[in-house]
């Protein structure tokens, strides 16, 4: 493991930006170079630097801190000073000052570092024009958070120190570097290692900025590195010693960024506020909508907000832009807020009602056939937190309404357990019959959904129960209650079966349909024939890849009925049943229940083959794994008729006659005739008599087993 030694540089890890900024500076063409960024991240530094390379050993550089400075005299007095030395008889009018500096930079090829110039930036700009004109042989490098705003201004904006861990094993991420090698050796190498996980997080929470990882530092060695990290999520200040040659504003974190933010307008700082309320970053369209600004305010807003280097602005591969406050404007703006709780309660409870609306604008609730964008993902936490905070506040209703149009979020962010877990608590406050049967019936729906039966009928059971409760009529045409019914215990090849299964094949996708037939598949899951026909009816249906949950369950489902179908199809049911358990993990669906017969696939597979399955399916994605289970053919000659033709030969072995079967769906009896033809050619059976011990043997039963290494979860 790699180690910064004590005392660590701040240029830590800065080889890249200085060689970017030394190319900047020896192109001639460039003669006004702006260092931008936030609070604390180096610029100073680095300019300081790259000035001292040998590069302009031919160069008078003249370097000028103008933090103290607050106007345009001050600012040119003290460059004036800075170039002549203190004069008693000093012009004190700026036309005056701007003429004496140029004369003084005009005797040969100068450099001019004007460090820290934000609270004059401004002010002086038009002067720093003039001094390039009058001065052929100047250049000048400016350092601070705003550019200055002329025409022929380079702009390098600094970044903070990468706070990822490199790829080598053990090493420290370069922010986590310069945060120990700042803590003059408090740590050694086998402390650094028993920490390390809590260094990086600190890192990270501070985002690499490299004052705040100095402050962190400090902090650090007073209280310890678990304390320390605990108090930055609480929003807490970063505050270094008293050291008599650090600068005020540097002795702390929250300092810092406020030095320089004086002009700030109160609506941009309201706006700023708002959107440190969300966890990542958001786009234009959000802004809109959660900042509360009209359109042309909201554009020259974060225009400013960018320009002053506390929001960050970032173009997508879609091309469009996303905005992000840098963790250390984040930490100012939770102290801020920490220091005015009106102002933050009010900014908070308006933020949990624009949430609302932003979920309902992305979400399933206006189309439900339409699915929910990628770009909805970056706000996952902060919906998490609304749904909690809604429920809490006895706002159920609204906390249900965001799960419900954001469904696809929780399955591609792998949040939907902890979505779950959230609403769950929140129905068992007292509320009224409607929002706990809407909450009931979401819940239930998921576990149908995702395969958990057992669920599913326990919480479907208690929504017809409380629809029966509040005289609301509970139809034959409910998916859900159709699904209930599917999950009943039936005879086999019956009637009831077949007509209960045609109504459901009648249920579009978005309306439950597939989670519906993988229901009737697994109460069916004893005829291992018939529920693989179902199975491979939902993964085959073209719309599938909408609907991972149903999708993911019919999997384990294709793999449940493989494991029942003999030894030679022991590795495709390890294979989807594998696939079934990682795709669960991937997309945090709840895990199946755990009651049933134990699998121990390395013992049916081996350990080479079960190694091999296990490497398989560790590279296997939903889609990939749908296709496996498309490509694994059952053995039964039932397969190879048509649907129709299959619930014929079902009726057949229900022992009804073609009459019978004729009025039953709807056909003439000549045409059940030509079908039942087919079906004997097909199976190869001289009567109905055959294709009735045919179906039943396609029928035969064995024991039901669990999920992961147990398989499917019959209720």
Not at 144 to 168: D, F, M, Q
Not at 189 to 203: H, N
Not at 258 to 286: F, K
Not at 663 to 676: I, M
Request: glycine share 8%; aromatic share 4%.
């Amino acid at each position: 493991m790699k180690f910064a030694g004590r005392r660590a540089p701040v240029l830590l890890h800065r080889t890249e930006e200085l060689a970017e900024l030394a190319g900047l500076l020896a192109d001639r063409r460039v003669r006004l170079l702006a260092l931008t960024g936030t609070a604390g991240v180096g610029k100073s530094s680095l300019a300081r630097a790259a000035l001292r390379a040998g590069a302009f050993r031919e160069h008078r550089v003249v370097s000028v801190d103008l933090a103290s400075a607050t106007d345009r005299p001050v600012a040119l007095g003290g460059l004036l000073d800075q170039l002549c030395g203190p004069e008693p008889d000093r012009p004190s009018e700026p036309a005056e000052l701007l003429g004496r500096i140029a004369v003084a930079l005009a005797t040969g090829p100068a450099v001019l570092l004007l460090d820290n110039c934000d609270l004059v930036a401004a002010a002086i700009s038009c002067d720093i024009a003039q001094l390039l004109d009058r001065c052929p042989g100047l250049r000048i490098v400016s350092t601070a958070r705003v550019p200055l705003g002329l025409c022929n201004e380079c702009v390098l904006c600094v970044s903070a120190l990468s706070a990822e861990a490199p790829t080598e094993h053990g090493d420290l991420s370069p922010a986590a570097q310069l945060l120990v090698g700042s803590m003059d050796g408090h740590y050694d190498e086998t402390g650094v290692l028993a920490e390390k996980s809590v260094l990086e997080d600190i890192s990270r929470a501070v985002g690499g900025v490299p004052l705040a990882l100095e402050l962190a530092a400090a902090d650090i060695v007073r209280g310890g590195a678990a304390e320390t990290l605990r108090r930055i999520e609480a929003g807490s200040d970063l505050v270094s010693g008293q050291s008599v040659d650090t600068p005020v504003r540097h002795r702390s974190l929250c300092a810092a960024i406020d030095w320089g933010l004086t002009d700030l307008d109160p609506a941009l700082l309201e706006l700023l506020l708002r959107l440190a309320q969300c966890t990542a970053a958001v786009n234009r369209g959000a802004v809109l909508l959660l900042g509360g600004l009209d359109d042309e305010l909201t554009t020259a807003g974060l225009a400013e907000l960018v320009n002053r280097s506390l929001l960050y602005g970032r173009l997508d591969a879609q091309g469009e832009v996303s905005y992000e406050l840098t963790a250390t404007v984040r930490i100012w703006c939770r102290r801020r807020l920490a220091a005015d709780p009106r102002l933050a309660a009010r900014l908070r409870a308006e933020h949990l009602d624009r949430l609302c609306r932003l979920a309902e604008s992305l979400g399933r609730g206006i189309d439900p056939d339409r699915p929910v964008p990628a770009c909805a993902d970056v706000h996952a936490r902060d919906f998490l937190a609304a749904i909690s905070e809604l429920c809490v506040a006895g706002r159920v209703d609204e906390a249900l309404g965001i799960a419900a149009d954001l469904q696809d979020v929780w399955i591609r962010c792998g949040h939907l357990d902890d979505v779950e877990r959230r609403l769950s608590a929140g129905l068992a406050q007292d509320l009224p019959g409607a929002t706990r049967l809407r909450g009931v019936r979401l819940l239930g729906r998921w576990a149908l959904s995702s395969g958990r039966f057992r669920r599913a009928v326990a919480l479907l059971s208690e929504a017809a129960a409380l629809r029966r409760f509040g005289e609301q009529a509970v139809t034959d045409a409910d998916s859900l209650e159709l699904a209930r019914t599917a999950l009943t215990p039936l005879a086999p090849v019956t009637a009831e079966w077949a007509e209960l299964r045609r109504r459901i094949r009648r249920i579009a996708p978005a309306d439950g349909g597939l989670a519906a037939r993988n229901a009737l598949a697994s109460n069916r899951l004893c005829t291992a024939d018939r529920a693989l026909l179902i199975y491979r009816e939902v993964l085959e249906h073209p719309q599938v890849h909408g609907y991972p949950l149903e999708a993911i369950c019919a999997i384990e489902g294709c793999g449940a009925a493989y494991a029942l179908s003999g030894a030679e199809y022991v590795a495709a049911a390890a294979t989807l049943v594998l696939a079934g358990v990682r795709l669960r993990a991937d997309h945090g669906i709840p895990a199946l229940g755990t009651d049933g017969e134990l699998f121990d696939w390395p013992e049916l597979l081996g350990e080479r083959l079960f190694a091999d399955t296990v490497r398989l399916v560790s590279t296997m994605s939903l889609a990939a794994a749908i296709d496996y289970a498309r490509s694994v053919h059952g053995r039964s000659a039932l397969y190879t008729l048509t649907p129709r033709q299959r619930e014929i030969a079902e009726l057949v072995a229900t022992g009804k006659t073609n009459r019978m079967i004729a009025a039953e769906l709807g056909l003439s009896e000549w045409t059940v005739v030509n079908h039942l033809r087919r079906v004997m050619v097909k199976l190869g059976c001289p009567s109905r008599l055959h294709i009735a011990l045919l179906v039943q043997r396609g029928a035969k039963t064995a024991t039901i087993i669990g999920p992961g290494k147990w398989i499917g979860e019959n209720p």
